[in-house]
């Protein structure tokens, strides 16, 4: 059987970042709008997403209040793992749960990168150096509720999120 696999746009690579480990690049010039990658994963409750953090790595991503994506080997981590990194001045953003969205022009070279506060609602806390005049330099599991936030970002939050914030 074919293994399940995140979809990657055929415009970006895997390489070495300078944020953190790995990173999504694109390899091609991307117009605002266009798919840049969908993720993939077992679906896992909070707690078993935890555990595969602390086992694996720290790959979720999440999908609903207590839903997450997640590979449950090391083995998936190249097919179930997109290696976007986290910057306060992205240029990709989720349209849903699953699918993330480049949310401006990306040039060929440049890191695809999204804002974890687009995404993430649990608690946790992480020292941010993206090196942007918009660095919040500690990102948390609260920051979606930032109204700054909420304005720069529009409809580019995961779908659960947007629910909380247009009190749907
Ligand atoms: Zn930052």
């Keep these: 059987m074919e293994k399940i ?9 895997v390489r070495q970042s ?4 790995v990173g999504l690049f694109a390899k091609d010039n991307i117009s605002k709008g266009e798919i840049v990658f ?7 409750q909070y707690k078993e997403a935890m ?6 790595g720290e790959f979720d991503v999440q999908i609903s209040d207590d839903f997450f ?3 449950k080997s090391k083995d998936e981590i190249k097919d179930l793992v997109v290696h976007f990194n986290h910057s306060c001045n992205p240029n990709a953003g989720p349209d849903g749960q699953i699918t993330f969205t480049a949310i401006r022009n990306i040039c060929k ?4 990168t999204c804002d974890y506060a687009t995404i993430t609602t649990y608690p ?3 020292e941010c150096n993206c090196g942007n005049k918009e660095c919040r330099k500690v990102i948390t599991g609260d920051d979606w509720k930032l109204k700054e936030l909420q304005e ?16 749907l």
Excluded: Q
Aim: aromatic share 12%; with cysteine.
């Design 5 to 13: 696999k995140c979809y990657r746009s055929p415009k970006t690579e």
């Design 18 to 21: 300078n944020i953190g480990g």
């Design 38 to 44: 969908i993720k993939a994963g077992h679906i896992v």
């Design 51 to 56: 555990k595969c953090n602390k086992d694996i």
């Design 69 to 71: 994506l997640v590979p």
């Design 109 to 112: 070279g440049e890191e695809i």
């Design 124 to 126: 946790y806390k992480l």
């Design 152 to 167: 720069r970002y529009g409809n580019h939050f995961s779908w659960f999120i947007l629910k909380k914030i247009k009190g």
